[in-house]
Structure formats: C-alpha cells, structure tokens
C-alpha cells in the first residue's frame, strides 16, 4: 500500500514539472571550462548539473553501459568523437525548433543527433620575427622550414582531423608525402600540447607551430603564458585557396538518457544567445549562432576564410589520417 | 602437511577471491579473440617494433637503475653506521609519495629547452640557438627511464632494507668467524639473502613500468601502451588492443616465473632480528660518497619536485580552493584505505593457504590474482566494464521481474568499481609483500602451537599475525600510497562530480596550468607523506 502511494505520488511529481531536477553529463571537456555555462543554466533552470570528465574510453563506457546509463548528454570536442557517438548509435534524434534555427545546418547532423556549439580554426602561429607570412599547410612541408616547425603529437584529434582534411584535399599518397615533408621539418619530436610550441617559439627553438585558435587568446590571458604569446602571430591558412581548416565542439543526447527533457534544454541554453556569448568570452571560440559577436581579441584576429569541407568528411578519414602518420612514423 | 587437509572453506574463498580478481584480465584475453581487422598488421608494419624495443629498453633500464639506486641505498641504511641514516631511512621512501606523471611533467618543464634551467644557461653564456650548445634532451627514452627509476626505486630500498633488518645477525658473525671480512660478509650472506625480497620488488617496478602511460607520455617515448591507445581509441580495433594488452600480460608471466625461480632453494628463516649494533664502519672518504649518493635519491626523487610545487603553489595559491581540496582529499583517502585493506586481507588469505597447505594448487590464487598489475590503468578500466556490466544489466531485469526498483549501474557506475580496479590492479604489491614477510617465518613455528592443541586460527592469530605486523603495514602502505596516485582508471570509472586528487590535477596539468592544482598535488604528496612518517615511527618503536 505505501509503496502504490510513493509510485503514484512519484508520478505525479514527475508528470507535473516540467524537468528533471538533474541532468547527467558525459564531458570530453574539462569540467571547469564548461562549469561556468552550467552553473548559469542551473541558476536559470533550477536543473542541477552533474558532470563527469574524461578523455579516453567515455564512448565505450557509454556502450557498455547501454540502456542502464545514468549520461543524458555527451559533450566533446571534436568532430570525429561526435561521428563516432552517432556511428555506434549511442545518440538520439533531438527535434527541436530551437536549436534548428539557432545552429546553421552544415554544423547539424543530417539525422539530428549531434549539434555542434563553437568552431575553432587550425591555425599557424609563426614568430614575429618571421614578419607577416602568408602560409598554407602545404608550406609546412617546404624545404625553408627545415628544423623551424614544432607541433604536439601527430596522433591528437586536433591534428588528425587537419591530415584528413589534407586526404580530402590532396588523396592519400600526397598527403603521405606531405607528412613526410613536415616530419622532416619538424625542430624536435612532437610532444606537449598546443601552447607548448609557442612557449617553443618564443625561446626560440622553432619559428612555426600548429595550434587551435582559442589557445592564443587563452595565453594573452594568463600572466605566465602573455609573453610566449606575444612572440608570435597568429595565422589563418590557406586563405588564397579553399580556406582554413575547421574543426567544432559539439553536444548530442544520449541515446538511453533518463532526463531527455533536461537534456534538450540544456542542449537549447548552450546554443542561446547568452550561453554562446560566454563561450565566445571565457573560451575564446567562434561561437555557431549567428549575430553573437566574438570576443573582441578574436575578433581583432580578423575575418576568415574557413574550409567549406562537410565534418562528416573530416571524420570519414579518420582512420585513414591515423595510418597515414604511423607509415610517416610522424611521432617517432 | 602440517594441518592435515585443506580447509575446504577457506581453500574455495581463495579461488573465489583469486578468479575475481582474475576476471578482468580473462575478459581482456577472451576480447582479443575476437576478429581484428588489418590493424595489427598496419602497425607491425609501420610503428610496433619501435614502440617494442622502446618498452623493452624501458623497462631493463628503469629496472636496472631502481636496483642500482635501491640496493646500495638499503645496504648502506642498515648496514653501515651512515652519517644522518636516522633520517635516510625514511627519507629515502618519500618519492614514492610523488605521482610518477607529476614529476615527469615538472622535470620536463624545468630541463626543456624552453624550461628556466636551458633558460639561464643561455643567458650566462649569451647562447642564442640550440645549435649554440649542448645540453642532454630530457624528453628522450633515457629521460623517461632515469625519471621512472627515481620514483620506483624505494620499492627496491623499502623491501631490501626490510629484508635485511629482519635477517639473523649471528650468520653475518659465522662469516666473519670464518675469515670474512664485515664488507664480505654483506655481500656474501646479506645481500643474497634479500635476494627475494629484492626480486619482489624489482618484479614490482617491472610491472609498474609496463603499465605506465602517462608518464613516458611527458617524455614524447612511444611504448606498447601507445600502441594499445593507438588501436583502441585510434583505429577503434578493441581486438587489437586487447591482444597487445596480452603481450603485456607476457611480461608479468616474465616477472612471476623469475620471482620464483629466485625464491627456489630459500629455506632460511628467522625469528631473531637485527638487534646487535655491529654495523659497518665506513671510512670519512666512504662516509662522504655515501651520503652523498643517498641524498642526491632524496633531493632528485623528492625535494626538487616538492620544492618546485610548493613555489608554484605559493605563487598562484587560492584559498577558496582549499575546501574543495579538503573534500576531494579526504575522498581520495577514503577509496585508497579501503582498497588497501581489501587488498591486505586478500593477500593474507592467498598467502597463508599457501604456508599451511604447501600443495600447488593452493599456490596458484597467490600468483594469478597479482597479474592485473601490468595491465595499464584505462585497459583495466574497459576490462571491468566489460564484466561488471552484463552483471548490472542482469541485476537489473531482475529486478523489472521481480517488479522492483531499478538498481541502476550499482557495480560499474559506483566508487565500488574503483576500488575493485585499485585491488585489481594493485594486488601483486600487497601479495608480494606479505609473502616474503611469510615466507621469513621458520615453519618450525607453524607447528609449535599446533602441538600444544592451539587451533589453526588462534596460532595465525597469536603467531603469525604479530610477526607479520611490519610486512602487513608496508603492504598497507604501498597499496594505499599507489591508489592514491592512480589515475588512468579513476578517470574513467568514476560516478558523476567524483574527483580524486588525481584527477583534479590532471585537469589542471592537461590544460596547461599546474600553477592552480599545485596546492592539489602538494595534499597528494602531504597524504602518502603521512603513512610514510607513521609507519617509520612504528617500524623504530618495534
């Protein structure tokens, strides 16, 4: 008898508010980059945030996990792992007005299971000493930058993503032999991440380095890192042919999610005005929804031009970038 | 047999104990089975016998440097009359107290090229380029394998200075009777008596380094473990994966067999300790090159690193965080303690069966309950979903039948899977430990209250207990310090807003910015520095 009274009360709780009172969230990001935007969305919402943050092995945790998963939201940073999640069919269709008008269409998957939130670009920071330099990332492998590049692991999703969309570009065997060319330029092993280099540059061990965008303006922002900042500039490649290489952070719902509801509003704050005012501010990303002003550090990078590759495309050489760096054993 | 029978209970609880600890590792071999497309092939092709030779000079070199830095170290503690041993003895344990992956990242940074030390140097000597000057590459193989070495080697100091403290001083006087001289005798009868305890821990940081990602990850040096991330999360290939993860599993075979083959023909035990004082003197040139040697392991394996965290946390110090930390702290204490009792009791249980029913068969969960030990921490952690999750959904159409709640994921998705990874994976630690503590005892002891009628628990209990105390407290403590630092694992098997203080640093570190999980990493190094002190004060008052 007092367990029917629980259920029946229980179900009426449920069918009377609108949301859940928690929403469960799978994160490739750190927790702190993105804890601000939940924070902002609990204010709002009253709806609690629950994250758990790791880089490697979430999708299979969420596969075995299966129809028992407590995740509701999936969020990454990276094209491929969005493609992967749909792929396996650990996502849901999202059918919402909302986020149809707020996020143009090439940054939706066809079927609606996966949105993406910002773009951010592969650029190429040189050293000022350098001057101005109009570069390509087919320059990368030219013989005048012999021992000046430095660049972190080949194998990072960052750069992967650039040498598949080198394949879509040039075909394989070129871009193998592009890899090669870059290998043989490269002023030391690849290691460390992105800021790294430019900490490299500004000591002077190399003059190039491939980074993401927000990087730059995350350095300007920290007292240690402003001065390897300010040795270099930031560039946006191949801006004469088909445009610089970009890549997104994304947000999908979780196929089993037990607070779906929950989970399409936090997905709608993340793509709201506000939402993507801060990603623009705190992160440094270009923000998807149209009419939202960048930051005005990146803003002052200036415009560009973006390669109009499909991400489905970008995430299809996947595998095939992979092999491409282990036969130019770009990491030994 | 010295009591009859096996006890039946206490043999199948043994097997139970050993085979789920097992599990994760047999799901692991029973996956790579599975068809692996063209992966393998690829990378044999292209990377692997790089990545191979990289993990096989790895592991001799940090294997070999641990024991050259640990043995002498243990000898000249326990020895000798070393100038400051006093302190030397504890001292020398506390780089274990120094995650592995904090360290290579703070070396890394200081010895680059963009690092304040090259720094310096080229502006004393007005360099402008590298190819100015010459200065060694930290982030090479033998970076990664000096750096490893300098946070591995207490296991070999702690276990050999145990082993040779609790030796039978009167051999050392036969000896010397004999015509040995004290030096002689050290290495003639000392040494090879420690041999085991020795052996145990060098299997250790065998192990230790085989399964180490994050480490040689700082040190830009690709090993089979790379190549294990490669397949997996690269190439999606978990067949392939998991059959290189087996490769691994080959080492520890490696490992377990040498270990034995080493305790073969050991048959000295005793109950008399080192109490006499008739220790080595050295000479003042000796003296100077001793201490010298011991406090260079301390200063590079510990102070330089503490000192470099404490610098930064003083720099970026945030006072709001320190509740926080205090709250991840403690919860980071409570899943090691826990893990390491676990962990301690089962290896008691393996242990003793095997010393009062020395049959094989009872030999056996001893051995294969500490093979989890090579397997990298993220492997680990897919392994143990794997088993706890067709377990979980189990549990739960059990419950939609018998028209109860939904338990949800209660054994994956909970700290109970963290803990079961922390046992997992460090068993062999405890295991290996309280072994060769048992196997000092003389078993003219085992028989001693049997004869007076005393029952087999009453004698573990009365006997065997209180002359484990210290081998049962190093285990304690190694478990409990390696849980702490554990991260792979954690990072993918914890609930939602679970943090260790792992984890949160490794956030930080991977975002670049150290400066404010400093304070985080100095609680991890403050809360292994606790059982260290405690357990030094507990070994002198005994």
């Not at chain 2, 080492?251 to 109490?275: D, M």
């Amino acid at each position: 008898m007092i367990k029917k009274i629980i259920g029946i009360s229980a179900l009426i709780a449920t069918s009377f508010s609108t949301f859940a009172s928690e929403v469960n969230v799978y994160s490739y990001r750190q927790a702190f980059l993105v804890e601000p935007l939940f924070n902002e969305f609990t204010k709002q919402t009253g709806v609690k945030v629950n994250v758990v943050f790791a880089k490697k092995g979430m999708a299979e945790r969420l596969e075995r996990e299966g129809e028992h998963s407590p995740a509701d939201v999936l969020l990454t940073t990276d094209i491929s792992r969005l493609i992967e999640l749909q792929e396996k069919s650990l996502l849901q269709p999202v059918n919402s007005a909302v986020l149809e008008q707020a996020i143009p269409s090439q940054f939706q998957a066809d079927d609606n299971t996966w949105f993406g939130l910002t773009t951010r670009v592969r650029n190429i920071y040189s050293a000022k000493r350098l001057g101005n330099v109009d570069i390509n990332y087919e320059d990368l492998a030219d013989v005048k930058y012999k021992g000046k590049i430095c660049t972190r692991s080949g194998k990072h999703p960052y750069n992967v993503a650039l040498v598949s969309s080198m394949i879509a570009e040039h075909g394989e065997a070129k871009t193998l032999e592009w890899l090669k060319g870059v290998k043989a330029n490269l002023a030391r092993k690849p290691q460390g991440n992105d800021r790294g280099q430019v900490q490299a540059i500004h000591q002077g061990l190399c003059d190039v380095s491939l980074g993401n965008s927000y990087y730059f303006g995350k350095m300007i922002n920290n007292d240690k890192q402003k001065v390897w900042a300010d040795g270099v500039n930031i560039n946006f490649p191949n801006q004469a042919n088909r445009g610089a290489h970009v890549n997104i952070s994304g947000v999908g719902v979780a196929k089993y999610a037990p607070n779906k509801s929950s989970a399409i509003a936090l997905i709608e704050f993340l793509a709201s005005e506000q939402a993507q005012q801060m990603y623009a501010e705190t992160n440094m990303e270009y923000p998807v929804r149209a009419g939202v002003k960048k930051s005005e550090l990146v803003a002052s990078w200036g415009e560009f031009k973006s390669d109009a590759l499909p991400l489905e495309t970008i995430a299809k050489h996947r595998k095939t970038a992979l092999k491409l760096l282990d036969q130019a054993q770009f990491d030994l | 047999m010295i009591f009859g029978r096996t006890n039946k209970i206490w043999q199948s609880s043994s097997w139970i104990i050993a085979l789920a600890l097992l599990a994760p590792v047999l799901v692991m071999l029973a996956s790579s089975i599975g068809h692996s497309g063209d992966t393998f092939s690829h990378l044999w092709q292209t990377v692997l016998p790089t990545y191979i030779s990289n993990t096989i000079w790895l592991t001799f070199g940090v294997v070999a440097l641990s024991l050259l830095f640990g043995v002498p170290a243990a000898l000249l503690v326990s020895q000798t009359n070393l100038y400051s041993a006093k302190v030397l003895r504890w001292a020398l344990l506390l780089p274990l107290a120094m995650p592995g992956y904090l360290v290579a990242y703070l070396y890394t940074d200081l010895f680059d090229y963009a690092g304040p030390v090259q720094r310096l140097l080229r502006e004393l000597f007005g360099w402008q380029s590298p190819s100015d000057y010459w200065f060694f590459d930290i982030r090479t193989l033998s970076g990664a394998t000096v750096i490893l070495a300098l946070v591995l080697f207490p296991y070999v100091y702690m276990l050999g200075r145990t082993a040779l403290e609790q030796q039978d001083k009167s051999l050392l006087r036969a000896g010397r009777t004999l015509g040995l001289t004290a030096r002689q005798s050290l290495i003639k009868i000392a040494l090879p008596l420690a041999r085991p305890a020795i052996m145990v821990a060098a299997s250790l940081v065998m192990m230790e380094t085989i399964a180490d990602f994050a480490t040689v990850q700082y040190f830009a040096v690709n090993t089979l473990t790379t190549a294990i991330y490669d397949t997996w999360l690269g190439y999606s290939d978990m067949a392939a994966a998991n059959a290189l993860a087996s490769v691994l599993l080959l080492f520890v075979l490696f490992a377990v067999v040498a270990e034995q083959k080493s305790r073969a023909g050991q048959r000295h035990q005793s109950v008399r300790p080192n109490t006499s004082n008739d220790k080595l003197v050295l000479t003042r040139m000796q003296q100077l090159l001793a201490v010298s040697f011991c406090w260079v392991l301390v200063v590079l394996g510990f102070v330089l690193p503490f000192v470099l965290l404490a610098i930064m946390a003083i720099d970026y110090a945030q006072i709001d965080q320190l509740a926080k930390l205090g709250e991840i702290g403690l919860a980071t204490i409570e899943v090691s303690a826990y893990a390491a009792t676990i962990a301690v009791v089962i290896s008691l249980t393996l242990a003793l069966l095997n010393r009062f029913y020395p049959v094989r068969i009872n030999s056996l969960p001893l051995q294969i309950s500490g093979f989890g030990y090579a397997v990298p921490g993220t492997v680990l952690a897919m392994a143990l979903m794997a088993s706890f999750g067709p377990l979980d959904h189990w549990l739960n159409d059990i419950a939609v039948a018998i028209n109860i709640e939904k338990p949800g994921l209660i054994l994956s998705g909970t700290t109970f899977a963290i803990i079961f990874a922390f046992v997992v994976r460090f068993a062999a630690i405890a295991n290996g430990t309280v072994n060769s503590g048992i196997a000092k005892i003389p078993h003219s002891i085992d028989k001693a209250p049997a004869s007076l009628g005393i029952g087999l628990l009453s004698t573990i209990r009365q006997v065997h207990l209180p002359l484990l105390k210290s081998s049962i407290l190093v285990a304690w403590l190694l478990v409990f310090v390696e849980a702490m630092k554990e991260l792979p694992a954690v990072l993918l098997l914890r609930p939602f807003n679970f943090e260790t203080l792992s984890t949160f640093i490794y956030q930080l570190i991977s975002d670049e910015q150290l400066e404010q999980g400093a304070i985080g990493a100095i609680f991890i190094v403050l809360f292994g520095l606790i059982p260290i002190v405690w357990l030094n004060k507990d070994n002198q008052s005994s």
